[in-house]
């Protein structure tokens, strides 16, 4: 069965344009991360280092193409162009209709959405991330950040000195750039979560590319602009709504980017749509504490889908926390779990090895 039933998850940012009532230092990382009013936080806010950038990037919350006169973008994208498959062809559209899609049952280009493939048919492509390998280990990550109303999520987490992999949009980083700072103070691991969070398959292989490079230097140019911490320039993305195949990972692969996917769908993001009520998301939740107490990780680890896309979501991973933490041996960043200690294209900056984590020597 074609997934003609995949729906856009819709979400919406609501800034305001009127002068911050808190007269919070929204300057820098550090007073953003100040303000507990969420009111306050969603408060729009002119930051220098991207509203004089805009113009260099895609209009936010749009799908992305290569700019007219983005010369370097161009040349990046003729330079991959010929290892970019052309018989695969795109699918549906941006907003997940994929109901006029006819497509071969033996899923020749590896359609995730089809049938959850994870392993490429493409010579030379990784096969998908959606497991670690570590026993008993959650790969603990959150999608759709960075939310302007974040503040007490993250502190949160600091207080259990608890790292995570945060899946960024690049609309929402241009939106809330002191937001996407936090996390990279807070010592959090990024990856990319495409510019404009559409359906990727749908999109011609020139715009796919767009959807990826837009996302990946805006993280980089915010944290050397901000200069609280060194830059960082991802080397993981995650498709939305886990959308991708071949086509789309050779992109991915030509931009240094490992894709990373999920075997546990907590689907906190579709509460209140269809049949999904919260008593499902903490059934989902549940079920995947049982499978751990049950050993079904005893010999590799696993990696639930969650977001941060609202207060409920992040206010439902608050709850099943210390569950969760009670059941599994190790929650750690994906790439901790992959005892991968070079996230970054940049090599001055590092994670610690599983084996630290598990002496209990990670931060």
Same mark, same amino acid.
């Given at each position: ?113 089809? !049938? ?71 010592? !959090? ?7 404009? !969070? ?65 075997? $546990? ?55 099943? $926390? ?26 001055? $900056? ?14």
């Amino acid at each position: 069965m074609l997934p003609g039933s995949l729906s856009l998850c819709a979400f919406f940012v609501l800034t305001v344009l009127v002068p911050d009532s808190q007269a919070a230092d929204r300057t820098n990382e550090a007073g953003e991360a100040s303000i507990s009013d969420g009111s306050a936080e969603c408060t729009a806010y002119y930051y220098a280092p991207s509203a004089t950038k805009i113009s260099t990037f895609p209009t936010v919350w749009q799908p992305a193409s290569i700019l007219a006169n983005d010369t370097t973008a161009q040349a990046k994208w003729q330079s991959i162009m010929g290892s970019i498959p052309t018989t695969i062809l795109p699918k549906g559209t941006s907003t997940g209709n994929f109901t006029n899609v006819t497509y071969s049952a033996s899923d020749p280009d590896c359609w995730w959405s089809y !049938h959850q493939c994870t392993q490429p048919k493409l010579a030379g492509l990784s096969a998908d991330i959606s497991s670690v390998p570590e026993p008993g280990t959650l790969g603990f990550g959150f999608d759709d950040g960075p939310n302007c109303s974040h503040n007490a999520f993250y502190d949160y987490l600091t207080s259990q000195n608890q790292k995570a992999t945060m899946f960024y949009i690049g609309s929402n980083v241009m939106d809330w750039p002191l937001e996407a700072q936090r996390a990279i103070a807070d010592g !959090h691991e990024i990856c990319v979560h495409t510019w404009s !969070h559409r359906y990727m398959t749908s999109f011609s292989s020139a715009d796919a590319f767009a959807e990826l490079y837009y996302s990946k230097p805006i993280l980089f140019y915010f944290m050397q602009a901000i200069k609280l911490v060194t830059g960082v320039t991802p080397k993981c993305w995650r498709p939305p709504f886990g959308d991708v195949d071949d086509r789309i990972r050779a992109i991915a692969n030509a931009l240094g980017l490992q894709t990373i996917i999920w075997k $546990y769908d907590s689907n906190d993001w579709k509460a209140g749509t269809g049949n999904i009520t919260t008593a499902t998301v903490d059934a989902n939740y549940q079920a995947l504490i049982n499978n751990m107490t049950s050993g079904t990780f005893s010999t590799q680890g696993t990696i639930m889908l969650t977001h941060e896309l609202n207060n409920y979501t992040m206010s439902t991973a608050m709850k099943w $926390y210390p569950q969760l933490k009670a059941a599994f041996q190790y929650l750690v960043p994906i790439a901790v779990a992959l005892n991968n200690t070079q996230p970054y294209v940049e090599t001055n $900056y590092s994670f610690p090895t599983f084996d630290q984590c598990e002496s209990f020597l990670c931060w």
